[in-house]
């Protein structure tokens, strides 16, 4: 003799429900500071990449414009490089944000326990050298002054 099998309206919900993990409300300390330090890292390197890349790109460009190649290709890939720029401003901006989550957490009383954690070290460490890099790049924009409107360059 077979089992019955159980309507489809059951099966539907014994299988959406299985695969359920019990939720926490929130992460412990160390996992919060842990999530928060390697998004840090993350950024960090996101913006490196994007700087990289509006390099790379304009390189490119000045090539492409020596080159005389056609003026579609020039247009198009001065689009990109647009495009390029755009990210390293919005790229800075996440990781600003990031950062000054991590600090304040780090801040915060419920992180005492923690002081002696590996996340703990990296943190700190991660926040001193961001300080570090902000002040020798502090005043490094690009001098635009020279340069009259609508110049191309």
């Known amino acids: 003799s077979e089992a019955p099998i159980a309507d489809h309206k059951e099966q539907t919900n014994i299988l959406s429900t299985a695969h359920k993990m019990p939720r926490n409300h929130t992460p412990s300390p160390e996992r919060q500071l842990m999530i ?6 993350r950024l960090i390197k996101e913006v490196d990449y994007y700087h990289k890349e509006v390099k790379e790109n304009e390189s490119k460009l000045e090539d492409m414009k020596s080159a005389k190649r056609d003026p579609y290709d020039i247009k198009k890939f001065q689009e990109v490089l647009d495009e390029s720029y755009m990210m390293v401003p919005d790229s800075k901006n996440r990781l600003q944000r990031s950062l000054q989550d991590l600090a304040t957490f780090l801040d915060s009383s419920d992180t005492e326990a923690l002081t002696s954690t590996q996340w703990y070290e990296e943190a700190k460490e991660l926040l001193k ?4 890099d902000d002040a020798h790049n502090d ?11 609508n110049e191309v360059f």
């Open 36 to 41: 928060k330090t390697k998004a840090c890292q």
């Open 129 to 132: 050298t961001v300080e570090v």
């Open 139 to 149: 005043g490094k924009e690009t001098d635009l002054s020279g340069v009259m409107e």
